[in-house]
């Protein structure tokens, strides 16, 4: 009998986890140095291979800039690599912890050891930057790694393939191609660590895949991340970012500005200036070398779809920037297009746009704002354009997001040392930085008792002195008053 490719990848992919994990438990964890070698062959086999991998993901998207994918991409990845590089001692030092006075003469201490082997799914959108730096955070934290890269960008997937395959051991690092019965598989495999990069519905059936064999989760998922645009803040700054975020890879960025909110009074304002803005980043408009395919055919007809709802449902649907007659040339282009007062029962103020597409609803106060924002699922980010004043601060502690950006957009991410990640819907944990370090790596604590051992004194048989030990452990102590509420607040008024 002969076996379906897709079952014989599945197949493979067991089998590789077992070798890995064998490899693994018979090596032990790797030095620094091992670390940093791992490293290093992956910074130098991204740059050996970068003008292959930049024209792979231009032929998967249809067009996409190679300047893009080197800024959007292959930059994060070498930051990435020379952080972990740098920090790697600082990361891997064991942490002293504190003794209470009467365990003084033993120490305590926390060390971050290896997990084992860590499975990353990665998605299309970012097909290269989504696969390694979760694999350079766990090369850093002394893992071995399988890596699932999106059946949607193949050519680029074959290529991540050919060049880890000829940088490392399929015992130190293996690669699972294949449709979606192999990543369904593939989040099914005992994996002592598994980090998910897609939609929060696959993001679901993943965490229920991995939950039959307890492996802990790494969920990097989306939702729709406002942008809040306060009173008299639209201006070239402003608008140059949220264009730069909304824009940047034709939209398809799970951090991507997928609403914006501005004030009533700046509503013209802003449609004015974010045509202007486009006009100025892409001349040529949807045919500009610049702007970016939709990666596929299927993504091209939601997006169609969502802007005919809107129409439907009342909203004002306004192209953005130029729009040549030979735009219709290009290959699953979509124009930047503006929504304007789409009501909530529209499909667009309900799904993840992953698209040019910017819907834009008014508001006159920042309460009505922050009552939006919380009245809907936790977003990935949020995004704030104004001062630090009262309605900026209040903006801030009332609302919860993966994270935030203050007068900029999707630069959090860019931020080495900044944890990266949702919450609740958006995502469940968080890679990066030291945060990301730690979330492959088992954080083992370890007690070493002195030559002192007072508590051996409290063992059986018992007596007095353990009377007195209790009596001088549980004492009880007086509690402070309660505050007073300030005025107005929890009264009602």
């Known amino acids: 009998m002969t076996l379906a490719p897709e079952a014989t990848s599945q197949i493979d992919a067991a089998a590789l986890l077992t070798r890995q994990r064998a490899a693994f438990l018979r090596e032990g964890a790797p030095s620094i140095q091992q670390r940093k070698d791992h490293l290093a062959r992956l910074r130098a086999a991204v740059l050996a291979y970068r003008d292959e991998l930049e024209a792979a993901v231009s032929a998967d998207f249809g067009h996409r800039s190679r300047h893009e994918t080197a800024v959007m991409e292959l930059v994060g990845v070498i930051q990435s690599v020379d952080y972990l590089t740098r920090k790697l001692r600082r990361f891997m030092r064991p942490e002293r912890r504190h003794v209470a006075f009467t365990y003084r003469s033993g120490k305590a201490y926390v060390e971050h050891q290896p997990k084992g082997v860590i499975g990353v799914m990665a998605p299309w959108n970012y097909p290269i930057s989504l696969t390694l730096i979760p694999l350079a955070t766990a090369l850093a934290a002394g893992n071995r790694a399988m890596l699932k890269p999106s059946e949607l960008t193949p050519r680029t997937s074959d290529v991540l393939k050919k060049l880890l395959t000829e940088t490392f051991r399929p015992d130190e690092v293996a690669v699972v191609l294949g449709g979606p019965e192999v990543g369904a598989a593939f989040s099914g495999l005992p994996f002592d660590h598994l980090l998910f990069t897609g939609s929060t519905q696959v993001g679901r059936k993943v965490m229920k895949a991995a939950s039959d064999h307890l492996v802990p989760v790494t969920l990097e998922l989306g939702g729709k991340s406002p942008t809040v645009v306060a009173r008299g803040q639209v ?229 007095k002195f353990m009377d007195l030990a209790l009596a001088a452990t549980l004492k009880s102590r007086r509690l402070p008053p309660p505050e007073t509420p300030a005025p107005g607040l929890h009264q009602g008024a």
């Open 235 to 463: 201006n070239e700054r402003t608008m140059g970012s949220i264009v730069f975020g909304k824009l940047a890879n034709a939209g398809q960025t799970c951090v991507a500005p997928d609403y914006a909110l501005v004030h009533e009074d700046d509503a013209e304002a802003f449609i004015t200036q974010f045509d202007a803005t486009v006009r100025r980043f892409y001349p040529a408009g949807p045919t500009s070398a610049d702007y970016t395919s939709i990666v596929s055919h299927g993504h091209y007809e939601r997006l169609k779809n969502l802007l005919e709802d809107a129409r439907g449902k009342g909203a004002r649907v306004i192209k953005a920037g130029n729009h040549p007659e030979h735009a219709a040339n290009r290959v699953r282009t979509l124009a930047p297009t503006l929504v304007v007062s789409a009501g909530d029962e529209a499909a667009i103020m309900q799904e993840e746009i992953f698209g040019p597409i910017l819907p834009v609803r008014t508001y006159r106060t920042m309460g009505e704002v922050i009552d939006y924002i919380n009245a809907r699922p936790r977003p990935l980010a949020l995004y704030y354009f104004g001062n630090r004043d009262a309605d900026g601060e209040e903006l801030l502690a009332r609302t919860t997001s993966g994270n935030v950006g203050i007068n900029n957009t999707m630069m959090h991410v860019a931020q080495d040392d900044l944890p990266f990640g949702g919450i609740g819907p958006s995502g469940m944990g968080a890679y990066h930085g030291i945060e990301g370090f730690r979330a492959m790596s088992h954080a083992k604590g370890v007690f070493i008792q002195g030559r002192w051992n007072l508590p051996s004194l409290l063992r059986a048989p018992f007596g």
